[in-house]
């Protein structure tokens, strides 16, 4: 048995930007080092925040000028990749020991991606994931990943992958990173439902794999003193709810709600050849001779020049 400490970083983005979220995140860093975590997850769009409730001024058909304004800011507290944020969490990640899984806003010209970064604690930013498919209305204001950023890392902790928020729902997608070998299932999230419990209990249990789900934490709207339209002024924006979990779909630690928190738990690895001793979702579970699946890893560009 070789155990290993993971942990979800349940935290949220700073109503006082992308610096303070930073200072915020690195306040973490002693907190890390006593866990003995070899691998911490953190929650979507925490560098650049998640501005549920957000309208954008946008109506069916035309944008009104205050919504370009809001955009203009939203894109102005987005980070680069790589740039001084990155260069810092790659630094922290150093210090750690820790392999570090974090959602970030990225900014690529005038476009923002919802983006998965993952740090190696001797070889700095290694890999990222670009959300394939944003959900409803943050389409407004995301573009849309391809099939060049669907990482699967070697870390101390074992192969790790994974998906952003509702991107954990589609099938296929979660085909590809299981024939990738993943171990340990990255989610980070703002979905603080119930029911996102269920989706990683079930994603667990399906791929035969740890699953760490973290999830940010936001007061009321009334604290954070905006207003959202149609929401209780008083219930939290996003209460958290955090969870790691087994891979027969046991519930390993959490669901950590309404507070910022490490939440960790050990595993072992040898555990994923058992649990799939009777369901390998690729392997003797799979038929190949009915179901295939083709995955387009190419880079996408509009533009193509040739000399």
């Given at each position: 048995m070789t155990l290993t400490t993971v942990a979800a970083l349940q935290m949220g983005a700073s109503p006082l930007g992308t610096q303070q979220t930073l200072a915020d995140i690195l306040a973490y860093e002693s907190e890390i080092k006593a866990s003995g975590a070899r691998l911490v997850?953190?929650?979507?769009?925490?560098?650049?925040?998640?501005?549920?409730?957000?309208?954008?001024?946008?109506?069916?058909?035309?944008?009104?000028?205050?919504?370009?304004?809001?955009?203009?800011?939203?894109?102005a507290g987005a980070i680069d990749v790589p740039g001084p944020e990155t260069q810092a969490l790659a630094e922290l990640s150093a210090r750690t020991r820790a392999t570090l899984v974090l959602g970030v806003i990225e900014r690529a010209g005038s476009t923002l991606y919802c983006t998965a970064l993952y740090f190696d604690p001797d070889q700095g930013l290694v890999a990222k994931h670009r959300k394939l498919m944003p959900t409803g209305t943050e389409r407004l204001i995301w573009g849309m990943g391809d099939g060049s950023t669907l990482p699967v890392i070697e870390s101390a902790a074992g192969r790790v992958g994974g998906a952003i928020c509702w991107e954990n729902h589609m099938p296929l997608l979660r085909t590809a990173m299981y024939a990738q070998g993943v171990q340990v299932w990255c989610a980070p999230t703002v979905d603080e439902r119930?029911?996102?419990?269920?989706?990683?209990?079930?994603?667990?249990?399906?791929?035969?794999?740890?699953?760490?789900?973290?999830?940010?934490?936001?007061?009321?709207?009334?604290a954070l003193g905006i207003d959202v339209p149609g929401w209780d002024a008083d219930r939290p924006l996003i209460r958290g709810n955090s969870v790691i979990v087994g891979p027969l779909g046991e519930v390993l630690a959490g669901p950590l709600q309404g507070q910022a928190g490490l939440l960790a738990a050990q595993i072992d690895l040898e555990e994923l050849v058992r649990a799939r001793y009777d369901f390998d979702?690729?392997?003797?579970?799979a038929r190949p001779d009915v179901f295939s699946l083709q995955v387009d890893r190419r880079a996408k560009s509009t533009v193509m020049f040739q000399d």
């Open positions: 997850v953190l929650p979507e769009a925490l560098l650049g925040g998640y501005p549920k409730g957000e309208i954008f001024g946008t109506r069916l058909g035309y944008r009104l000028p205050e919504g370009r304004e809001a955009f203009a800011r939203y894109h119930d029911i996102w419990q269920c989706s990683m209990r079930h994603i667990a249990h399906e791929g035969r794999c740890f699953v760490i789900s973290a999830c940010q934490v936001q007061p009321s709207p009334r979702v690729v392997g003797h579970y």
